[in-house]
Protein backbone atom coordinates (compact mmCIF):
# COMPACT_ATOMS: atom_id res chain seq x y z
CA UNK A 1 0.00 0.00 0.00
CA UNK A 2 1.02 3.88 -0.41
CA UNK A 3 0.19 7.07 0.51
CA UNK A 4 -1.14 9.20 -1.73
CA UNK A 5 -1.83 12.95 -1.60
CA UNK A 6 -5.24 14.08 -0.48
CA UNK A 7 -5.98 17.51 -2.06
CA UNK A 8 -9.43 19.10 -1.00
CA UNK A 9 -10.80 21.06 -4.09
CA UNK A 10 -13.78 22.99 -2.50
CA UNK A 11 -12.28 26.19 -2.89
CA UNK A 12 -11.97 25.95 -6.64
CA UNK A 13 -15.29 27.20 -6.68
CA UNK A 14 -14.91 30.56 -4.07
CA UNK A 15 -14.78 33.79 -5.79
CA UNK A 16 -11.65 34.61 -3.89
CA UNK A 17 -8.47 34.37 -6.27
CA UNK A 18 -6.24 33.53 -3.33
CA UNK A 19 -8.27 30.81 -2.18
CA UNK A 20 -8.30 29.14 -5.86
CA UNK A 21 -4.49 30.33 -5.96
CA UNK A 22 -4.35 27.79 -2.35
CA UNK A 23 -6.07 24.60 -4.06
CA UNK A 24 -3.87 24.93 -7.52
CA UNK A 25 -0.88 24.88 -5.44
CA UNK A 26 -1.49 22.22 -3.26
CA UNK A 27 -2.73 20.45 -6.81
CA UNK A 28 0.29 21.10 -8.07
CA UNK A 29 2.68 19.71 -5.32
CA UNK A 30 0.49 16.38 -5.22
CA UNK A 31 0.74 15.88 -8.79
CA UNK A 32 4.72 16.64 -8.87
CA UNK A 33 5.41 14.27 -6.30
CA UNK A 34 2.94 11.85 -6.92
CA UNK A 35 0.86 11.92 -10.35
CA UNK A 36 -1.87 10.13 -8.49
CA UNK A 37 -3.85 11.76 -5.62
CA UNK A 38 -6.97 11.64 -3.93
CA UNK A 39 -9.57 14.53 -4.22
CA UNK A 40 -12.50 15.44 -2.31
CA UNK A 41 -14.78 18.65 -1.89
CA UNK A 42 -18.07 20.00 -1.87
CA UNK A 43 -18.38 19.28 -5.29
CA UNK A 44 -18.77 16.00 -5.17
CA UNK A 45 -22.34 14.53 -5.18
CA UNK A 46 -22.86 10.71 -3.72
CA UNK A 47 -26.03 10.52 -5.01
CA UNK A 48 -25.42 11.39 -8.96
CA UNK A 49 -22.48 8.32 -7.66
CA UNK A 50 -24.99 6.34 -6.38
CA UNK A 51 -27.32 5.96 -9.55
CA UNK A 52 -24.92 5.59 -12.29
CA UNK A 53 -24.04 2.32 -9.82
CA UNK A 54 -27.04 0.86 -10.00
CA UNK A 55 -27.52 1.50 -14.01
CA UNK A 56 -24.12 -0.05 -14.27
CA UNK A 57 -25.24 -3.08 -11.81
CA UNK A 58 -28.94 -3.72 -13.57
CA UNK A 59 -26.80 -3.46 -17.67
CA UNK A 60 -23.65 -5.61 -16.74
CA UNK A 61 -26.58 -8.15 -15.06
CA UNK A 62 -27.97 -8.57 -18.87
CA UNK A 63 -27.18 -11.64 -20.51
CA UNK A 64 -24.22 -11.46 -23.53
CA UNK A 65 -26.50 -11.45 -26.49
CA UNK A 66 -28.39 -8.39 -24.67
CA UNK A 67 -24.99 -6.32 -24.43
CA UNK A 68 -24.03 -7.16 -27.67
CA UNK A 69 -26.82 -4.94 -29.66
CA UNK A 70 -24.93 -1.66 -28.31
CA UNK A 71 -20.96 -3.20 -29.38
CA UNK A 72 -18.59 -0.16 -29.78
CA UNK A 73 -17.53 -1.48 -32.95
CA UNK A 74 -20.84 -1.09 -34.40
CA UNK A 75 -21.24 2.92 -33.47
CA UNK A 76 -19.33 5.65 -35.25
CA UNK A 77 -17.98 7.38 -32.15
CA UNK A 78 -16.49 4.33 -29.94
CA UNK A 79 -19.07 4.85 -27.77
CA UNK A 80 -20.97 1.01 -26.83
CA UNK A 81 -20.55 -1.97 -25.14
CA UNK A 82 -16.85 -3.34 -25.01
CA UNK A 83 -16.94 -7.29 -24.21
CA UNK A 84 -14.11 -9.50 -22.10
CA UNK A 85 -11.39 -9.97 -24.27
CA UNK A 86 -11.86 -6.73 -26.65
CA UNK A 87 -9.56 -4.78 -25.01
CA UNK A 88 -5.59 -5.69 -24.83
CA UNK A 89 -2.76 -4.05 -22.93
CA UNK A 90 0.12 -6.20 -22.99
CA UNK A 91 1.05 -8.57 -25.98
CA UNK A 92 -1.06 -11.94 -25.99
CA UNK A 93 -2.87 -10.50 -22.60
CA UNK A 94 -6.45 -9.46 -22.70
CA UNK A 95 -8.22 -7.83 -19.88
CA UNK A 96 -10.59 -9.35 -17.67
CA UNK A 97 -12.88 -6.70 -17.56
CA UNK A 98 -16.00 -5.24 -19.62
CA UNK A 99 -17.02 -2.14 -20.37
CA UNK A 100 -19.77 0.57 -21.54
CA UNK A 101 -18.13 3.35 -23.15
CA UNK A 102 -19.57 7.12 -23.59
CA UNK A 103 -18.21 10.47 -24.91
CA UNK A 104 -19.91 13.69 -25.10
CA UNK A 105 -22.69 12.54 -27.07
CA UNK A 106 -21.77 15.55 -29.95
CA UNK A 107 -24.88 15.29 -32.26
CA UNK A 108 -24.13 17.89 -35.25
CA UNK A 109 -23.76 16.73 -38.46
CA UNK A 110 -20.53 18.60 -39.23
CA UNK A 111 -17.24 18.94 -37.12
CA UNK A 112 -17.27 15.26 -36.29
CA UNK A 113 -14.20 13.25 -35.53
CA UNK A 114 -13.32 9.41 -35.02
CA UNK A 115 -14.28 9.97 -31.04
CA UNK A 116 -16.68 12.90 -31.91
CA UNK A 117 -20.38 12.11 -32.50
CA UNK A 118 -23.40 10.43 -31.13
CA UNK A 119 -23.09 7.92 -28.51
CA UNK A 120 -25.01 4.37 -28.62
CA UNK A 121 -27.40 3.96 -26.33
CA UNK A 122 -29.12 0.82 -24.63
CA UNK A 123 -32.34 0.08 -25.11
CA UNK A 124 -32.74 0.31 -20.85
CA UNK A 125 -34.91 2.91 -19.12
CA UNK A 126 -32.87 5.82 -17.23
CA UNK A 127 -29.43 4.68 -18.04
CA UNK A 128 -29.18 7.05 -20.81
CA UNK A 129 -30.16 9.82 -18.14
CA UNK A 130 -28.33 8.59 -15.22
CA UNK A 131 -24.96 8.06 -17.13
CA UNK A 132 -25.58 11.74 -19.14
CA UNK A 133 -25.89 13.15 -15.67
CA UNK A 134 -22.71 11.77 -14.15
CA UNK A 135 -20.70 12.63 -17.12
CA UNK A 136 -21.90 16.53 -16.48
CA UNK A 137 -21.72 16.33 -12.94
CA UNK A 138 -18.05 14.90 -13.41
CA UNK A 139 -16.89 16.92 -16.49
CA UNK A 140 -17.98 20.12 -14.51
CA UNK A 141 -15.28 19.19 -11.63
CA UNK A 142 -13.29 18.63 -14.55
CA UNK A 143 -13.59 22.22 -15.62
CA UNK A 144 -12.62 23.70 -12.55
CA UNK A 145 -9.60 21.63 -11.98
CA UNK A 146 -8.84 22.63 -15.61
CA UNK A 147 -8.35 26.17 -14.42
CA UNK A 148 -6.69 25.20 -11.12
CA UNK A 149 -4.19 23.27 -13.44
CA UNK A 150 -3.95 26.65 -15.30
CA UNK A 151 -2.68 28.58 -12.00
CA UNK A 152 -0.67 26.06 -11.20
CA UNK A 153 1.54 26.58 -14.31
CA UNK A 154 1.49 29.85 -13.98
CA UNK A 155 -0.66 30.28 -17.10
CA UNK A 156 -4.15 33.06 -17.31
CA UNK A 157 -6.74 31.17 -15.33
CA UNK A 158 -8.64 30.81 -18.52
CA UNK A 159 -6.30 29.33 -20.36
CA UNK A 160 -7.74 25.85 -21.34
CA UNK A 161 -11.40 27.58 -21.74
CA UNK A 162 -11.59 28.27 -25.20
CA UNK A 163 -10.26 24.43 -25.94
CA UNK A 164 -13.11 22.96 -24.09
CA UNK A 165 -16.14 23.70 -26.37
CA UNK A 166 -16.82 19.32 -27.36
CA UNK A 167 -13.91 18.07 -26.01
CA UNK A 168 -13.65 13.89 -26.79
CA UNK A 169 -13.57 13.52 -22.73
CA UNK A 170 -14.60 9.57 -22.49
CA UNK A 171 -16.77 8.13 -19.36
CA UNK A 172 -15.79 4.05 -18.94
CA UNK A 173 -18.50 2.22 -17.01
CA UNK A 174 -15.98 -1.01 -16.12
CA UNK A 175 -16.85 -4.12 -14.60
CA UNK A 176 -14.40 -6.65 -12.98
CA UNK A 177 -16.61 -9.70 -12.46
CA UNK A 178 -15.29 -12.28 -9.64
CA UNK A 179 -14.36 -15.83 -10.24
CA UNK A 180 -12.48 -17.55 -8.12
CA UNK A 181 -11.29 -20.69 -10.40
CA UNK A 182 -10.55 -18.04 -13.54
CA UNK A 183 -7.36 -17.95 -15.17
CA UNK A 184 -4.73 -15.26 -13.22
CA UNK A 185 -5.41 -12.44 -15.63
CA UNK A 186 -5.37 -8.94 -15.01
CA UNK A 187 -8.34 -6.69 -14.46
CA UNK A 188 -6.45 -4.26 -16.96
CA UNK A 189 -3.24 -4.19 -18.13
CA UNK A 190 -0.53 -1.86 -17.17
CA UNK A 191 -0.81 1.59 -18.64
CA UNK A 192 -1.07 5.39 -18.81
CA UNK A 193 -4.11 6.99 -19.88
CA UNK A 194 -3.80 8.91 -22.62
CA UNK A 195 -5.93 12.66 -21.98
CA UNK A 196 -5.12 15.13 -19.53
CA UNK A 197 -6.33 13.94 -15.79
CA UNK A 198 -8.96 11.33 -15.31
CA UNK A 199 -11.20 11.42 -11.98
CA UNK A 200 -11.60 7.56 -10.96
CA UNK A 201 -14.47 6.54 -8.77
CA UNK A 202 -14.56 2.93 -7.88
CA UNK A 203 -16.15 0.67 -5.21
CA UNK A 204 -13.17 -1.82 -4.19
CA UNK A 205 -9.66 -1.99 -3.94
CA UNK A 206 -7.66 -3.72 -7.39
CA UNK A 207 -5.97 -0.48 -8.45
CA UNK A 208 -2.10 -0.61 -8.53
CA UNK A 209 0.56 2.33 -9.62
CA UNK A 210 4.16 1.83 -10.01
CA UNK A 211 5.81 3.89 -7.29
CA UNK A 212 8.97 6.36 -7.63
CA UNK A 213 11.25 2.59 -7.01
CA UNK A 214 9.59 0.84 -9.80
CA UNK A 215 7.46 -1.33 -7.64
CA UNK A 216 3.53 -1.65 -7.64
CA UNK A 217 1.96 -0.78 -4.90
CA UNK A 218 -1.91 -0.94 -4.12
CA UNK A 219 -4.27 1.86 -4.31
CA UNK A 220 -6.56 1.74 -1.14
CA UNK A 221 -9.76 3.36 -1.20
CA UNK A 222 -11.08 6.43 0.66
CA UNK A 223 -14.72 6.90 1.46
CA UNK A 224 -15.49 10.13 0.26
CA UNK A 225 -13.34 11.09 -2.08
CA UNK A 226 -11.99 10.58 -5.95
CA UNK A 227 -8.60 9.17 -7.00
CA UNK A 228 -6.96 11.38 -9.63
CA UNK A 229 -4.60 10.80 -12.46
CA UNK A 230 -2.24 12.64 -14.45
CA UNK A 231 -2.32 11.76 -18.19
CA UNK A 232 -0.05 11.76 -21.04
CA UNK A 233 -1.42 15.14 -22.40
CA UNK A 234 -0.64 17.10 -18.87
CA UNK A 235 2.43 15.32 -18.60
CA UNK A 236 3.46 17.39 -22.56
CA UNK A 237 1.82 20.31 -20.68
CA UNK A 238 3.70 20.35 -17.62
CA UNK A 239 6.74 20.02 -19.57
CA UNK A 240 7.63 17.08 -17.37
CA UNK A 241 6.50 18.36 -14.18
CA UNK A 242 4.09 15.56 -13.84
CA UNK A 243 4.40 12.32 -14.44
CA UNK A 244 1.78 9.92 -16.00
CA UNK A 245 2.11 7.25 -13.29
CA UNK A 246 1.83 3.83 -14.97
CA UNK A 247 -1.33 1.72 -13.46
CA UNK A 248 -3.34 -1.54 -13.54
CA UNK A 249 -6.03 -2.97 -11.95
CA UNK A 250 -4.70 -7.05 -10.88
CA UNK A 251 -6.69 -9.82 -10.57
CA UNK A 252 -9.64 -8.93 -8.57
CA UNK A 253 -10.74 -10.37 -5.09
CA UNK A 254 -14.27 -9.66 -4.95
CA UNK A 255 -16.67 -7.79 -8.36
CA UNK A 256 -15.74 -4.36 -8.68
CA UNK A 257 -17.21 -1.81 -10.50
CA UNK A 258 -15.37 1.65 -11.53
CA UNK A 259 -16.31 4.67 -13.45
CA UNK A 260 -13.20 6.53 -14.98
CA UNK A 261 -13.79 9.93 -16.90
CA UNK A 262 -11.11 10.87 -18.78
CA UNK A 263 -10.49 14.59 -18.97
CA UNK A 264 -9.48 16.30 -22.60
CA UNK A 265 -9.08 18.90 -24.64
CA UNK A 266 -10.95 19.82 -28.03
CA UNK A 267 -10.15 17.48 -30.54
CA UNK A 268 -7.90 19.75 -32.63
CA UNK A 269 -6.18 21.00 -29.84
CA UNK A 270 -2.20 21.15 -30.43
CA UNK A 271 -0.51 19.84 -26.73
CA UNK A 272 2.53 20.83 -26.08
CA UNK A 273 4.55 22.05 -23.06
CA UNK A 274 3.12 25.47 -21.62
CA UNK A 275 5.62 26.21 -18.84
CA UNK A 276 7.26 29.49 -20.00
CA UNK A 277 11.16 30.25 -19.29
CA UNK A 278 11.56 26.16 -19.67
CA UNK A 279 13.02 24.36 -23.27
CA UNK A 280 10.25 22.22 -24.64
CA UNK A 281 11.16 18.17 -23.12
CA UNK A 282 8.36 17.03 -25.65
CA UNK A 283 7.41 17.31 -29.42
CA UNK A 284 4.16 18.89 -29.87
CA UNK A 285 1.30 16.07 -30.38
CA UNK A 286 -2.41 16.39 -31.91
CA UNK A 287 -4.55 15.92 -28.77
CA UNK A 288 -7.54 13.59 -30.55
CA UNK A 289 -5.31 12.29 -32.75
CA UNK A 290 -3.14 10.94 -30.20
CA UNK A 291 -6.40 9.95 -28.44
CA UNK A 292 -7.38 8.03 -30.74
CA UNK A 293 -4.24 6.37 -32.22
CA UNK A 294 -3.52 5.15 -28.75
CA UNK A 295 -6.94 3.75 -28.43
CA UNK A 296 -6.85 2.35 -31.63
CA UNK A 297 -3.53 0.14 -30.88
CA UNK A 298 -5.69 -1.78 -27.39
CA UNK A 299 -9.06 -1.91 -29.35
CA UNK A 300 -9.35 -5.38 -31.44
CA UNK A 301 -12.26 -4.22 -33.63
CA UNK A 302 -9.70 -1.33 -34.45
CA UNK A 303 -6.46 -3.26 -34.94
CA UNK A 304 -8.53 -5.31 -37.46
CA UNK A 305 -9.15 -2.10 -38.96
CA UNK A 306 -5.47 -1.32 -39.32
CA UNK A 307 -4.48 -4.78 -40.31
CA UNK A 308 -6.76 -4.65 -43.35
CA UNK A 309 -5.94 -1.27 -44.77
CA UNK A 310 -9.33 0.44 -43.81
CA UNK A 311 -7.76 2.40 -40.83
CA UNK A 312 -4.55 4.01 -41.27
CA UNK A 313 -2.97 5.72 -38.30
CA UNK A 314 -1.10 8.96 -38.51
CA UNK A 315 1.93 10.05 -36.33
CA UNK A 316 0.91 7.03 -33.87
CA UNK A 317 3.56 6.58 -31.00
CA UNK A 318 3.96 3.61 -28.88
CA UNK A 319 1.35 3.17 -26.05
CA UNK A 320 4.42 3.60 -23.40
CA UNK A 321 6.12 6.89 -24.43
CA UNK A 322 4.85 8.29 -21.69
CA UNK A 323 5.24 7.66 -18.10
CA UNK A 324 8.24 6.63 -15.83
CA UNK A 325 9.25 4.76 -18.43
CA UNK A 326 9.80 7.68 -20.93
CA UNK A 327 11.81 9.78 -18.10
CA UNK A 328 13.99 7.41 -17.25
CA UNK A 329 15.30 7.21 -20.95
CA UNK A 330 14.97 10.81 -21.48
Known amino acids: MTVLPLVDISMLASERLEDRLAVAEALDRACAEAGFLYIKGTQLDAAV ?4 LSRAEAYFALDQAAKM ?6 SENHSGYVPVGEEEFGVGTSDLKEAYDVNCDYQPTTGRRPLL ?8 PGFREDVQ ?8 IGRQLFRGFALALGL ?8 LQNPPSQLRLIHYPFDASAEDRPGIGAHTDYECFTLLFATAPGLQIVDRQGDWVDVPLIEGTMIMNIGDMMEILSNGRYVAT ?12 SFALFHACDYDYVVAPAVHGEAPRYAPLKGGEHLFNQTAQTFAYLKRRVASGQLVLADAVPLDSFGQRSLAGS
Open 49 to 52: FGRL
Open 69 to 74: RSYIGA
Open 117 to 124: GPNIWPDM
Open 133 to 140: AYYGHVTG
Open 156 to 163: PEDHFEAH
Open 246 to 257: RHRVKKVREERY
